[in-house]
């Protein structure tokens, strides 16, 4: 069992979890022979991948085609979307309510965010 976490935030995310993963490995083109890196996961979690895909655009030019592929998957579904809404919940429901409960929930039905 591998662990991975979310390279944003550091959040754990179990086997199974909804998450964002980038691939990556590097190979010689044109060199005989040809040398291939081990490949590479990165993972980030739901909240963070939308927040990223939201923001503006990193620096680094890696940085910026993995963030152009992560936008292109939050913003081909809302599911993305709405499994960091789904978390986001879960993460209210654990805090302890108090008598200024009912201000914490995100306004309007629709699952999106804006940050
Ligand atoms: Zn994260």
Redesign the pocket.
């Known amino acids: 069992m591998e662990h991975l976490y ?1 390279l ?2 550091n ?1 754990e995310l179990e086997a199974g979890h909804k998450s964002v993963a980038v691939y990556m490995f590097a190979q010689t083109v044109g060199i005989r022979p040809r040398q291939k890196s081990a490949a590479k996961r990165i993972c ?2 739901p ?2 991948s939308v927040s990223l895909a939201m923001g503006p655009p990193p620096e680094g030019a890696l940085n910026v085609a993995a963030w152009q592929m992560i936008r292109e998957l939050v913003g081909s579904d809302p599911a993305l979307n709405q499994a960091a809404w789904e978390n986001l919940r879960g993460v209210i429901g654990l805090l302890p309510s108090n008598e200024t409960d009912g201000n914490l929930r995100p306004t309007g039905t629709a699952g999106y965010f804006e940050f």
């Open positions: 979310c944003r935030c959040r980030f979690c909240q963070c």
